[in-house]
C-alpha cells in the first residue's frame, strides 16, 4: 500500500464526499467564496443585478455576463485581468418581466445578446478576496454586437459576404463562447459552440453544400432564443450567410481594451470546445481542438512557422494546416490532414464546412469531445469524452456513423471517459500517436460490466459526463463535471456536479469540490500568485448564490486556509 499511500498523498487535500445540496464544498483547510456573479456591475453608475428587477437593459452591457465558462487570467504592468466565457443565458432568470423567458421585443433581444459573449475584467485582492476592479479600463464586454474581423484562408469568401458586410471581413459578436484557451504569447482564445441555436427561419435556394451544412450543423427554421422574430441579422431567410460567420476559435489580446477581436478560420468552422495550445519541439504552433456534437470530430491545427519569443506572432494562427484525428482499434491512431487534394474541396469551403470536409477522411466519430488538456510534464494530452446517448444507435444529423470501439467502447454511453493520446516521437507536431483511456467514468455500486468504469473509478469518487479539464503547474488533471445530477438510479451516489484531481502518473482521482444542485462546474483558472484558483458555477439551482430569489451564474475564488499555493 505503500505506492498507494504515495499517490493519494500527491492531492494537497482530503477528498469530499459527494453532496446534494445548494451549496459549494471544498474539503477540510479549503475555503470559498463568490468573486463575481451574473449581473454585478463592471463600472461605476451603473446599478447592476437588483432582486425584483433583474438587470436593465441600459445597464446590460456594462455587467458581468451569464453563465460563466471557460477563462484565464493575465498580467500587464501589475495589473491581473481575467478573461471569461458567458456562454449563453437563462431568459427565465434575465427577462424576469416576461413570461417563461420568451423575448417580446428588440429590446428583450438587445438585453440577452449583451449578456453573452465574453467579459474581460480587471481583479484584485482586498480584504474581502478578490473582487472586479470597478471602472478599470481593462473593463469590456464583446458581446452579440462587438466588432471582430475574421482572418485566415477563408476570410472574405463568398459565404461569409452579407448585406451588411460585402467584404465578408467584418462580423458583429462572438456567441456560445464555451471553452477556452492561452496563447504563449498572452493572447485569450475564446471557442464559439452553439452557434446554431440563434438562428431562425427558412433560407431558400441554398447550394447543396450550404443545405448539406446547414443539416449538418444543426440549423433550424425556428431558433433556440427567438432572436429573429426582432433582429433580421439572425433571420436564415434574409441572411442566410450569417451562421457562417460563427463556429470559430477568436483571438482576444485582454491587455489591450482598444483591440479588434479576431475570428481565426484557419482553425476550422464546428462547435468548438477549448482550444488548448501547446509548442512542438521546433517551436510550430500546435491547438488541439474539440467539436461538442455526438459524432463529430477531434482535430488539431499546426502552423506552418515556429513561434519565438519576442517575435512578431502575425499569421500563427491563419497560415497553417488543419487535422482531424482517427483512433484505431489497436491503440494507435493518425492525424488525417484537411486539404484540397485530401477533402476534394475548395480551401474556404473545407474550413467553413469542416465537419463535411473531415467525414471524406474517415475521421473517428467521437463521444462528444469537450475539453483537451496537455500535460506540462510529459507529451501527452487528454480529452474529455462527455457522454453519447446515441453511440451505436443513430449518428448526429448528416454525420456518419458512430459503431462502438476504440476510445469509444460503449453503447449508450452515459458516463463518458476521458482518451490520452502520446505523440510520436515526443513531438505533438507528428501525424501518428497511441492512445489508451485515463478513466471510463462508471457506477461501481449499480454496475458489474463496463458500466460500472475503469478501476480507477470508485464507490469514493463517481462521476460522470467529464467536461472541463485543464492541468495546474504541478501537474496535476483537474476535471469538471456537467452531467446527470438526480443522484439516482444509474446515477445514485454521484451527487451534484463536481471537480476532482486526477493524477497522470498512477491514475488515481479523488473529489474536490462540488457544486448546488442544477448547476455543473465549468472554467477553471488560477491568479498570478497561485495562492487562488478560480471555478466557475454555472446555470445554479434555486437562487445560489445568494436569497435574491433568481439564480445567477458565479465564479467562485478558493483558497486554502493557510494561504498556500493550491496549483
Ligand atoms: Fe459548452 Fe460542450 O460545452
Ligand atoms: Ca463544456
Ligand atoms: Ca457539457
Ligand atoms: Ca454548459
Known amino acids: ?306 513561434y519565438v519569443a519576442g517575435q512578431p506572432t502575425d499569421g500563427l494562427l491563419d497560415d497553417g494546416t488543419l487535422y482531424v484525428a482517427k483512433f484505431n482499434d489497436d491503440q494507435t491512431g493518425e492525424w488525417m490532414a484537411l486539404t484540397p487534394e485530401s477533402t476534394g474541396m475548395d480551401k474556404a469551403e473545407m474550413l467553413i464546412f469542416a465537419r463535411q470536409a473531415a467525414s471524406k477522411l474517415g475521421a473517428t466519430t467521437m463521444d462528444r469531445p469537450e475539453w483537451i488538456a496537455v500535460n506540462p510534464y510529459a507529451v501527452e494530452a487528454y480529452c474529455c469524452l462527455t457522454n453519447n446517448k446515441n453511440r451505436g444507435v443513430k449518428p448526429n444529423a448528416g454525420g456518419d456513423e458512430t459503431p462502438v470501439g476504440g476510445p469509444n467502447p460503449r453503447q449508450a454511453n452515459h458516463y463518458g471517459q476521458i482518451v490520452r493520446w502520446y505523440p510520436d516521437e515526443d513531438d505533438h507536431a507528428k501525424d501518428t500517436f497511441r492512445w489508451d483511456l485515463f478513466v471510463m467514468a462508471g457506477n461501481p455500486t449499480v454496475h458489474g460490466d463496463a458500466y460500472a468504469g475503469s478501476k480507477n473509478v470508485t464507490q469514493g469518487n463517481m462521476f460522470n459526463s467529464p467536461d472541463g479539464m485543464t492541468f495546474d503547474s504541478a501537474g496535476l488533471l483537474w476535471i469538471q463535471t456537467d452531467g446527470e445530477d438526480s443522484n439516482e438510479g444509474d446515477f445514485a451516489g454521484m451527487g451534484n456536479n463536481q471537480q476532482l484531481a486526477g493524477d497522470p502518473v498512477t491514475g488515481e482521482i479523488a473529489r474536490f469540490l462540488t457544486g448546488p444542485t442544477g448547476c455543473e462546474i465549468t472554467g477553471l483558472c488560477w491568479s498570478a500568485d497561485r495562492r487562488t484558483m478560480f471555478v466557475g458555477i454555472q446555470h445554479p439551482g434555486g437562487s445560489w448564490p445568494s436569497d435574491s430569489g433568481l439564480p445567477r451564474s458565479t465564479v467562485i475564488a478558493v483558497k486554502r486556509d493557510d494561504a498556500a499555493l493550491v496549483g
Open 1 to 306: 500500500t505503500s505506492a498507494q499511500a504515495q499517490a493519494v498523498s500527491r492531492f494537497p487535500f482530503t477528498p469530499i464526499d459527494a453532496q446534494t445540496d445548494m451549496t459549494v464544498h471544498v474539503p477540510e483547510g479549503w475555503n470559498w467564496k463568490p468573486m463575481v456573479s451574473w449581473g454585478d456591475a463592471l463600472f461605476e453608475d451603473v446599478r447592476g443585478f437588483e432582486a425584483t428587477t433583474g438587470v436593465s437593459l441600459a445597464d446590460s452591457d456594462k455587467v458581468f455576463g451569464e453563465n460563466t465558462d471557460g477563462m484565464e487570467t493575465f498580467q500587464i504592468g501589475g495589473h491581473e485581468i481575467l478573461a471569461v466565457n458567458n456562454e449563453y443565458v437563462n431568459p427565465e432568470t434575465n427577462l424576469p418581466h416576461t413570461k417563461d423567458g420568451v423575448p417580446q421585443s428588440a429590446e428583450d433581444v438587445r438585453m440577452l445578446q449583451n449578456f453573452q459573449g465574453v467579459t474581460v475584467m480587471e481583479i484584485a485582492e482586498g480584504q474581502g478576496g478578490f473582487a472586479p476592479v470597478k471602472g478599470s479600463r481593462f473593463n469590456r464586454r464583446l458581446h452579440h454586437n462587438a466588432p471582430m474581423t475574421m482572418s485566415g484562408p477563408a476570410a472574405g469568401h463568398a459565404l461569409l459576404q452579407t448585406a451588411a458586410d460585402a467584404e465578408g471581413r467584418n462580423v458583429l459578436g462572438t456567441m456560445g463562447n464555451c471553452g477556452a484557451g492561452k496563447t504563449p504569447w498572452g493572447t485569450y482564445l475564446t471557442c464559439e459552440e452553439n452557434f446554431n441555436g440563434y438562428f431562425g427561419g427558412k433560407a431558400e435556394g441554398l447550394s447543396d453544400l450550404v443545405q448539406a451544412g446547414y443539416e449538418r450543423y444543426g440549423l433550424a427554421d425556428e431558433s433556440q432564443y427567438g432572436y429573429e422574430k426582432f433582429d433580421a441579422r439572425f433571420d436564415l431567410s434574409h441572411n442566410p450567410n450569417e451562421p457562417h460567420r460563427f463556429g470559430w476559435v477568436v483571438e482576444i489580446d485582454p491587455t489591450n481594451p482598444d483591440s479588434t477581436p479576431v475570428k481565426r478560420t484557419a482553425l476550422g468552422r464546428f462547435k468548438h470546445e477549448n482550444a488548448e495550445v501547446t509548442l512542438a519541439p521546433d517551436g510550430r504552433v500546435v491547438v488541439y481542438l474539440g467539436d461538442d456534437e455526438r459524432g463529430e470530430f477531434l482535430y488539431r491545427y499546426v502552423s506552418t512557422n515556429p
